[in-house]
C-alpha cells in the first residue's frame, strides 16, 4: 500500500467499547494462568497461556523483546508544598542508555512534568539514603533551544547528586517509582516491582513494560525447550508514547514516538538460518525485527551509511517498493557489524505498522489486547488481514482480561 493510502486511513475504523469491568487491574497470581486466545487460519479458539508449548511447530524460533522497566518517576517537594513530577523518558546526556545510567554525580534526560505551571526555574532536591548513606538528587531545568524537533511537552532536566560512588540507576532504583499504565487508575505497589517485569528482563531502559512477554514462566520456557523451540532477544526501549492515542482523525496527523533498539548479532544470525515458523513476542520485538528490513536496505545501498541515518522513520516501509529479498538485506547488517567490529546493531525506531503492510519475517505474534485507536491495534489488524475485530469481538464475549495486565493471544498471519 502507497503512503498516501495509509495516511488516509480513519482511526474511527479502529474503535470498539472496551468496558471498565474488562481491563485487568492486576495480574492473574500464576502468570501462565492467563488465557490464551488461538487465531489460525481464520479460525479461533481458546486454550491457558500454559499450553504455548503444546501451540507451537517443534521447529520455532522464538522472538523476545528483552527490555527492563525502570522506576522513571521522580517526584520532588518543594518547600511551597507542591508536588512535582519529573518522568524520565530518555536520556539526553550521555545519550548513550548504558553509560546514562552509569553516570556518577550528573547526567540529563529528556522528561515530562507533572504539576510543571509549579516549577518555574529552581533548583529540586530531595534526599535519599542509599548504601546506608545520605545523597542529595537535585533537578534543574536546561535551556529549552536544546529540545528542537521534540515534544513541546517534553523538557531537558539536568540531575545532579553528591556521592561520586553512586550511579543514576542506583538512584532510580531508591528514589523513583515504577511507571504502570495510567490507564490503570491506581498508584504503582510495590508487587508492581515484580509482576509488570518479564521473566527474561535484563536490559534497562522503559518507561513501559513489553506486556505479551508477562505470561512467561519458568515452566513456559522450559516446556518450549523441551519441544525443540529456539529462542532470540532483542531489545527496543519501550517510550511513554507506547500509551498514546491517536488522536487525529486520519493516520496522516499522527507522529510515531522514536524508541531505542538493539539486535545482536547472533540474533540476526539466527533469523537468516531459521527454517521454521518465527514468533515474535510482543508489538515491540514485532517492530524491532521489522525495521531490520528496512535498515538492511540501506546499508545494502550504501554499506557506509553514516550511523544516525539508519534510523527507520514512520512512513519508510511506504515510500519504497519491496523489491529486495528480505535475508539478503540482513547479510547487509552482518557485513556492517563486521567492518564495524560491533557485536550489536544499535539504532532507533519509528516505524508505524498500519494495514497494507507488507510483513518480511514473522509467521506469529504472541500479544496481549490493545486499546481502542491505538498504533498497537492497528498492527494486530495488519498482521491478520483486518480480522481484528472478529478476534476481539470473541475475546470481549469470553470474558478475556484487557490491556497491559490482561491475558494473551496467539496470532498467525493471515496471508489471504
Known sequence: MKKGDVQNIKISDFNYTLPDEKIAKYPLPQRDSSKLLIYKDSQLSSSNFSSLPDQLPGNSLLIFNNTRVIHARLHFMKATGANI???????????????????????????????????????????????????????????????????????????????????????????????????????????????????????????????????????????????????????????????????????????????????????????????????????????TVESLYYIGKKLRTNPDTEPYKLSVNQWESYEEDENEDPYIVLRAILDYLENTEQDQLISATRLLIAPGYNFHYPDALITNFHQPQSTLLLLVSAFVGGYWTTIYEYALQNNFRFLSYGDSSLLWKNLK
Open 85 to 287: 513530577e519529573i518522568f524520565c523518558l530518555s536520556p539526553f546526556s550521555p545519550k548513550d542508555y548504558i553509560m546514562n545510567f552509569q553516570q556518577k554525580g550528573e547526567c540529563s534526560w529528556i522528561c515530562m512534568i507533572g504539576n510543571a505551571k509549579k516549577w518555574k526555574e529552581d533548583l529540586l532536591s530531595m534526599e535519599i539514603d542509599i548504601k546506608g548513606l545520605r545523597v542529595v538528587l537535585n533537578a534543574q531545568k536546561i535551556d529549552m533551544a536544546e529540545m528542537s524537533n521534540r515534544n513541546g511537552s517534553d523538557v531537558i532536566v539536568r540531575f545532579t547528586w553528591d556521592n561520586s560512588d553512586v550511579t543514576f540507576s542506583e538512584l532510580l532504583e531508591v528514589a523513583g517509582k515504577l511507571p504502570i499504565p495510567p490507564y490503570l487508575n491506581r498508584p504503582a505497589e510495590e508487587k508492581d516491582d515484580e509482576t509488570y517485569q518479564t521473566l527474561y528482563s535484563h536490559v534497562e531502559g522503559s518507561v513501559a513494560a513489553p506486556t505479551a512477554g508477562l505470561h512467561f514462566t519458568p515452566a513456559v520456557m522450559e516446556g518450549l525447550a523441551a519441544k525443540g523451540v529456539k529462542t532470540a532477544e532483542v531489545t527496543l526501549h519501550v517510550g511513554a508514547g507506547t500509551f498514546k492515542p491517536v488522536k487525529s482523525d486520519n493516520l496522516a496527523g499522527h507522529e510515531m514516538h522514536t524508541e531505542f533498539i538493539s539486535v545482536p548479532r547472533e540474533t540476526i544470525e539466527k533469523i537468516i538460518n531459521h527454517t521454521g515458523d518465527i514468533i515474535v513476542v510482543g508489538t515491540t520485538s514485532m517492530r
